[in-house]
């Protein structure tokens, strides 16, 4: 076995339980091994840490599986892990009914034979990478479909295992699972000396698949949607915004497919307007709201929001609730100062269109524009615009994205999303 040594005063990072070691932080390397091996894990003094494996053309060197040195990572070792990220799903994402919703509640094929307290989970991220302790590796369920998404190279070869296993754990509740699609397209793989990979893993199937999120149904098209199809992690912040929208004016900006625009459609929104750069998108969404039928309220257009919502308040447009939910602005911490300049200006831009007493959503997606620094920078929007917030309430990603909690502070890769729902407040 491969065993990588550890500089001394380093390891911080998996020292507080975090799950990479990058390559600065290394001393030796002794043994043979390629690119993508299961290597041990010492601390400077042979302290035995764990294992991962190791890859030299990323610069987080070693991805942490497991803290067990003597633990073999075979297809035993697989199964707990999978077995372990199904249950976490089922236990948490069960949905307390109140008397009479049970017949209400519609069944999804994606439930099996789960009863209809389970109606979150059938469609849900079910692998998580690091939280899940299966680094690089992304699956998320839509419906009976799997979307899988790997970023890192030693998990290639075990993939295709991770998915058997993952659908015969399904199996047992009576999910069963009609096809499976990769979306390892993102450029991510490059850096990990990987190709971009894109198709079925087994028989082609419709790749066109119905969804319900919230009481919203969905098309998702998991070949060609963002990401693996769809953003299920603002699961819930998009239930939230429906207790403040009823019989309100609403701007929802990079709306994407219309999740939070159709959200506010159902939950009784006079008129909402959705803004998204992408043409495709805007026709997804429009789809959307003729399925759900609101497309009399749920109107969307094609437009680049940052130049868009100047023209709206020079027009005078003033709405009840204004969401922003933008594209990560940086995907490394080099680039951070740039970002927060643009969510200063987006949040400005978007306060500026906010009737006094109405409300504004804003949040980031990215891990490195931390809470505190979104905190920051919204206060600096609202000082510019000469405007004051109260805080309703503060949210992150949905629990089927479960945030692992390190010694010291949250492990950062599996905490990126924030999510502030304000009133803009008018002293009387």
Same mark, same amino acid.
């Given at each position: 076995?491969?065993?990588?040594?550890?500089?001394?005063?380093?390891?911080?990072?998996?020292?507080?339980?975090?799950?990479?070691?990058?390559?600065? &932080?290394?001393?030796?390397?002794?043994?043979?091994?390629?690119?993508?091996?299961? /290597?041990?894990?010492?601390?400077?003094?042979?302290?035995?840490?764990?294992?991962?494996?190791?890859?030299?053309?990323?610069?987080?060197?070693?991805?942490?599986?497991?803290?067990?040195?003597?633990?073999?990572?075979? &297809?035993?070792?697989?199964?707990?892990? /999978?077995?372990?990220?199904?249950?976490?799903?089922?236990?948490?994402?069960?949905?307390?009914?109140?008397?009479?919703?049970?017949?209400?509640?519609?069944?999804?094929?994606?439930?099996?034979?789960?009863?209809?307290?389970?109606?979150?989970?059938?469609?849900?991220?079910?692998?998580?990478?690091?939280?899940?302790?299966?680094?690089?590796?992304?699956?998320?369920?839509?419906?009976?479909?799997?979307?899988?998404?790997?970023?890192?190279?030693?998990? &290639?070869?075990?993939?295709?295992?991770?998915?058997?296993?993952?659908?015969?754990?399904?199996?047992?509740?009576?999910?069963?699972?009609?096809?499976?699609?990769?979306?390892?397209?993102?450029?991510?793989?490059?850096?990990?000396?990987?190709?971009?990979?894109?198709?079925?893993?087994?028989?082609?199937?419709?790749?066109?698949?119905?969804?319900?999120?919230?009481?919203?149904?969905?098309?998702?098209? /998991?070949?060609?949607?963002?990401?693996?199809?769809?953003?299920?992690?603002?699961?819930?912040?998009?239930?939230?915004?429906?207790?403040?929208?009823?019989?309100?004016?609403?701007?929802?900006?990079?709306?994407?497919?219309?999740?939070?625009?159709?959200?506010?459609?159902?939950?009784?929104?006079?008129?909402?307007?959705?803004?998204?750069?992408?043409?495709?998108?805007?026709?997804?969404?429009?789809?959307?709201?003729?399925?759900?039928?609101? &497309?009399?309220?749920?109107?969307?257009?094609?437009?680049?929001?940052?130049?868009?919502?100047?023209?709206?308040?020079?027009?005078?447009?003033?709405?009840?609730?204004?969401?922003?939910?933008?594209?990560?602005?940086?995907?490394?911490?080099?680039?951070?100062?740039?970002?927060?300049?643009?969510?200063?200006?987006?949040?400005?831009?978007?306060?500026?269109?906010?009737?006094?007493?109405?409300?504004?959503?804003?949040?980031?997606?990215?891990?490195?524009?931390?809470?505190?620094?979104?905190?920051?920078?919204?206060?600096?929007?609202?000082?510019?615009?000469?405007?004051?917030?109260?805080?309703?309430?503060?949210?992150?990603?949905?629990?089927?994205?479960?945030?692992?909690?390190?010694?010291?502070?949250?492990?950062?890769?599996?905490?990126?999303?924030?999510?502030?729902?304000?009133?803009?407040?008018?002293?009387?």
């Amino acid at each position: 076995m491969t065993v990588v040594t550890l500089k001394k005063g380093e390891g911080r990072t998996i020292k507080a339980g975090g799950a990479w070691v990058f390559d600065n &932080e290394i001393d030796t390397i002794t043994g043979t091994f390629k690119n993508g091996d299961i /290597v041990t894990v010492h601390d400077f003094d042979g302290y035995p840490m764990g294992k991962g494996f190791i890859n030299q053309n990323s610069k987080i060197r070693v991805r942490m599986l497991t803290r067990k040195p003597d633990q073999e990572i075979d &297809e035993a070792f697989l199964t707990l892990r /999978v077995r372990a990220a199904w249950e976490y799903r089922k236990n948490t994402m069960r949905k307390a009914l109140v008397p009479g919703e049970k017949a209400l509640t519609e069944h999804r094929p994606g439930m099996g034979k789960l009863g209809p307290e389970y109606i979150d989970i059938s469609s849900c991220r079910v692998i998580f990478g690091e939280a899940d302790f299966l680094p690089g590796l992304t699956v998320d369920k839509y419906e009976d479909v799997l979307v899988v998404e790997c970023l890192a190279l030693g998990m &290639e070869p075990l993939k295709e295992t991770i998915v058997s296993l993952l659908k015969e754990e399904m199996a047992k509740d009576g999910i069963t699972i009609r096809g499976v699609y990769e979306r390892s397209d993102a450029r991510e793989r490059i850096k990990e000396g990987l190709p971009k990979v894109k198709g079925f893993i087994g028989e082609a199937f419709d790749t066109n698949v119905e969804i319900v999120e919230n009481g919203v149904h969905y098309l998702v098209d /998991v070949v060609n949607g963002q990401k693996t199809g769809f953003f299920l992690d603002q699961k819930y912040n998009r239930l939230a915004m429906q207790r403040i929208c009823k019989d309100k004016r609403v701007l929802d900006c990079f709306t994407h497919m219309g999740t939070f625009a159709l959200n506010a459609g159902i939950a009784g929104a006079s008129e909402v307007t959705g803004l998204d750069i992408s043409e495709y998108a805007v026709e997804q969404a429009t789809e959307n709201a003729k399925r759900n039928h609101l &497309e009399d309220t749920v109107k969307f257009r094609c437009a680049n929001v940052l130049d868009e919502l100047p023209k709206l308040a020079a027009a005078g447009e003033q709405y009840d609730v204004v969401i922003l939910d933008p594209p990560a602005f940086t995907k490394s911490r080099e680039a951070t100062k740039n970002a927060i300049k643009g969510y200063r200006e987006i949040n400005m831009k978007g306060l500026k269109l906010v009737k006094d007493g109405g409300y504004l959503a804003t949040c980031s997606c990215s891990h490195f524009m931390t809470q505190e620094l979104l905190e920051k920078t919204v206060k600096e929007a609202a000082k510019a615009t000469h405007k004051r917030l109260r805080q309703i309430e503060f949210r992150t990603q949905g629990w089927d994205h479960p945030i692992l909690w390190a010694n010291t502070s949250n492990v950062p890769e599996s905490y990126y999303l924030k999510f502030f729902i304000f009133q803009v407040v008018e002293e009387k």
